[in-house]
C-alpha cells in the first residue's frame, strides 16, 4: 500500500527567508510524486511533479523539490518566501497504470511580514 | 483555454435530500476524477473515469453516492439521501489520459457542500 506523510501541519516562515516543506512516501514500487497548491478557496494547482526523469525538479514559482529513494522523501523548498506563498501544500503519490492519487494530509505555509 | 469548471460553487441541503454536483473538464482531456475535501479525512479519492471504459469506482465511500460521465464530456456526482457527514468540498479533476498514474490532473475549484 501506498502512503504519504507530510511531518508539519504548519510551517511559519518571514517572507525573503527559506521554505522547507517535509514529505515522505512509503511504497513498494516507483513512485510519481507531485506537490500541488491550494490557496484559500481555490482549486488545486500543480506545483511540480517527479515521474522517474531527473530526481530534482524544478516547478513554477520558484520551488523545487528533489526525490530521495534511500529517504523515501521528496521535500519541497523555495530559497525565498514570498507573502504570496501562502497557502496550504499538498504532497501527493501515485503509480503508473493506477488511477489513484494518494494525498498527503497538508502542510499550511505561513509567511510573515 | 478554460479550466476546469464546477457548479454550484456552494450548496447548502437538508439532511435526507439529494444533491447533484456537475463538472466540465477541459477540453480534449479524456479522463476525469472527483474527490472529497473533508477537515477530518483530508482529500479523498471517489472516482475515475477514463473515456468509455468502465469508472474505478473503488473510492465512492457508499451506495448513496454515484457519477456519470456521458462520453468525453460533463460529469455528474450525486449523492441521495444526504447526511451530515456528507459536508465537504467535493474537488473535480481531468487529465489528457495518456499515462495513467502520472499525467498531471488540473483541479476544479470546487462545490462545497453542507447539509444540515
Known amino acids: 500500500a501506498q502512503s504519504v506523510t507530510q511531518l508539519d501541519s504548519h510551517v511559519s516562515v518571514s517572507e525573503g527567508t527559506p521554505v522547507l516543506l517535509r514529505c515522505n512516501y512509503s511504497s513498494s514500487y516507483s513512485p510519481s510524486l507531485f506537490w500541488y497548491v491550494q490557496h484559500p478557496n481555490k482549486g488545486l494547482q500543480l506545483l511540480l511533479k517527479y515521474t522517474s526523469a531527473a530526481t530534482l525538479v524544478k516547478g513554477i514559482n520558484g520551488f523545487e523539490a528533489e526525490f530521495k529513494k534511500s529517504e523515501t522523501s521528496f521535500h519541497l523548498t523555495k530559497p525565498s518566501a514570498h507573502m504570496s506563498d501562502a497557502a496550504e501544500y499538498f504532497c501527493?503519490?501515485?503509480?503508473?497504470?493506477?488511477?489513484?492519487?494518494?494525498f498527503g494530509k497538508g502542510t499550511m505555509l505561513l509567511v510573515s511580514p | 483555454g478554460a479550466g476546469v469548471s464546477q457548479s454550484p460553487s456552494n450548496k447548502v441541503t437538508e439532511k435526507g435530500k439529494d444533491v447533484e454536483l456537475r463538472c466540465d473538464p477541459i477540453s480534449g482531456h479524456t479522463a476525469l476524477y472527483w474527490y472529497r475535501q473533508s477537515l477530518g479525512q483530508g482529500l479523498e479519492f471517489l472516482i475515475y473515469?477514463?473515456?468509455?471504459?468502465?469508472?474505478?469506482k473503488s473510492g465512492l465511500p457508499s451506495d448513496r453516492f454515484s457519477a456519470e460521465r456521458t462520453g468525453e464530456s460533463v460529469s455528474t456526482l450525486t449523492i441521495q439521501r444526504t447526511q451530515q457527514e456528507d459536508s465537504a468540498v467535493y474537488l473535480c479533476?481531468?487529465?489528457?489520459?495518456?499515462?495513467?498514474?502520472?499525467?498531471?490532473?488540473?483541479f476544479g475549484p470546487g462545490t462545497r457542500l453542507t447539509v444540515l
Open positions: 473515469f477514463q473515456g468509455n471504459s468502465a469508472p474505478d
Open positions: 479533476a481531468s487529465s489528457l489520459g495518456a499515462t495513467l498514474g502520472t499525467d498531471t490532473q488540473y
Open positions: 501527493v503519490v501515485s503509480f503508473s497504470g493506477y488511477s489513484t492519487l494518494t
